[in-house]
């Protein structure tokens, strides 16, 4: 696809998986709009990828995904200065080390990679349908795997049975039953929703994580991939004809993979939705 001049927003864009995909997609002349939570980390990443690109068609805005307040103010910037967006990445995420809240009280994990992007679709829907054919991908991950037998309506939280590993398997659980349902509410319109696993990369993902799992983060990096590599899954269902009109999947390595059956049980992800509507103060 061509994407020059095409808006295109991806969260977490100074590090890791989403600097990368910022790159790439600045380096085919995308207009791109990295939001991040700090404002250093993101200017130094955002000179990075004019450097490397040659283009200026880069900004920022700043936006911490665990307070809601700043998901608000950030999609109002954006819906000030863009009518339209073409693609939209959500791809920040964090593994935690404890259970923490966030100013609205809501378990941090979920907050941040769930209903961070879940907001922030829903605040740019208007854009996203004023785009030709805009497409909306959710990095989620194969440990959503790990979020399938614990996944509880009720305990969305884990107010009970807290671990920081389940507590990111079923965030990453909740990116694929909301791009299932996100799917199935846009069928009738030409904005398509996928999500992805983008393999084991080496990121900072693990930087605030417990001393064990930097421990694994640390024995397997000989056997991980570059961030470079990691995008690859990002930015095929960014910018590739191959999947225009595909909605609702999950891909890994640029294929269609099963997930979890949960992740596209149709009564749990509406139920989810109206759950993340609830604490978003969406409905
Ligand atoms: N790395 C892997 O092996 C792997 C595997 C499966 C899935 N994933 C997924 O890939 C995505 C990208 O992760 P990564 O591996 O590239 O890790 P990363 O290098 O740590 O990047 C994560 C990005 O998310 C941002 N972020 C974290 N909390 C935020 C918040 N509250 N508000 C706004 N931005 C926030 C970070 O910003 P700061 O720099 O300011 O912290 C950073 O830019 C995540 O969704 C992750 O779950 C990664």
Not at 247 to 264: D, E, V
Request: charged share 20%; with cysteine; net charge neutral.
């Amino acid at each position: 696809m061509d994407m020059t001049n095409k808006v295109c927003l991806v969260t977490g864009a100074n590090s890791g998986i989403g600097k990368e995909t910022a790159k790439t997609l600045a380096g085919l002349g995308a207009f791109v709009v990295m939001l991040c939570r700090n404002e250093e980390r993101a200017e130094h990443a955002r000179q990075e990828i004019i450097g490397q690109t040659g283009h200026t068609g880069v900004e920022v805005i700043l936006a911490d995904l665990a307070h809601q307040y700043d998901i608000h103010r950030a999609a109002e910037q954006f819906r000030e200065k863009f009518e339209a967006l073409d693609v939209l990445i959500n791809n920040a995420g964090i593994i935690p080390a404890k259970r923490e809240e966030t100013p609205e009280g809501i378990e941090k994990t979920l907050a941040i990679n769930h209903l961070g992007p879940f907001l922030l679709t829903n605040l740019l829907m208007e854009q996203l349908k004023n785009a030709d054919h805009a497409r909306i991908i959710n990095v989620a991950s194969e440990v959503h795997r790990l979020g399938a037998p614990i996944f509880d309506i009720n305990n969305l939280q884990l107010q009970t049975r807290y671990s920081p590993m389940k507590a990111y398997g079923l965030s990453k659980l909740c990116n694929i039953m909301f791009t299932h349902e996100l799917a199935k509410r846009l069928s009738d319109t030409t904005v398509t929703a996928n999500c992805l696993h983008p393999g084991v990369v080496n990121t900072r993902l693990a930087s605030d994580a417990s001393w064990l799992m930097k421990l694994f983060y640390f024995i397997g990096t000989p056997f991980m991939r570059s961030p470079k590599k990691g995008a690859q899954t990002s930015l095929y269902l960014a910018i590739s004809d191959e999947v225009s009109g595909i909605s609702g999947q999950y891909f890994k390595n640029k294929q269609i993979t099963a997930p979890a059956s949960i992740a596209f049980d149709d009564e749990l992800t509406e139920k989810l939705w109206k759950r993340s509507e609830t604490l978003t103060g969406l409905n």
